[in-house]
């Protein structure tokens, strides 16, 4: 359910009008990257409770990556946003780099004889 609620948060703060001047200062590729992140974690916590830790990884990269492109290219019909290719990129960078530290902490979690996981 939280996972819904962020996903229609981003959804609607992707595609409302932005008034010049009063977004974020500077560029928003940063918010991007940690949008996705987040999101990928979310889906991590949702996906491991259906399917193995490894393909909930790679799951929820993936889904993070693709919710975030589809926001990108929604904001095309948007007259007052714009698809920008570094905002992809950052949603990208963000999703990989949350599913690659779940999978070095599984890993390390399998190294570990005797350790919980």
């Not at 928003?28 to 990928?40: N, T």
Request: some cysteine.
């Amino acid at each position: 359910m939280v996972n819904l609620a962020y996903a229609a948060a981003l959804l609607i703060l992707g595609l409302i009008p932005v008034v010049p001047g009063q977004g974020l200062v500077g560029s928003d590729v940063l918010v991007h990257g940690l949008a996705s992140g987040a999101q990928a974690l979310m889906l991590f916590w949702l996906l491991t409770t259906m399917i193995s830790p490894m393909m909930a990884v790679i799951s929820s990269g993936l889904g993070a990556f693709l919710f975030g492109s589809m926001v990108e290219v929604l904001q095309i019909f948007q007259p007052a946003r714009y698809f920008q290719l570094g905002d992809l990129v950052a949603s990208a960078v963000g999703s990989i780099l949350v599913c690659a530290a779940i999978g070095l902490l599984l890993a390390y979690k399998r190294e570990i004889p005797g350790r919980a996981g």
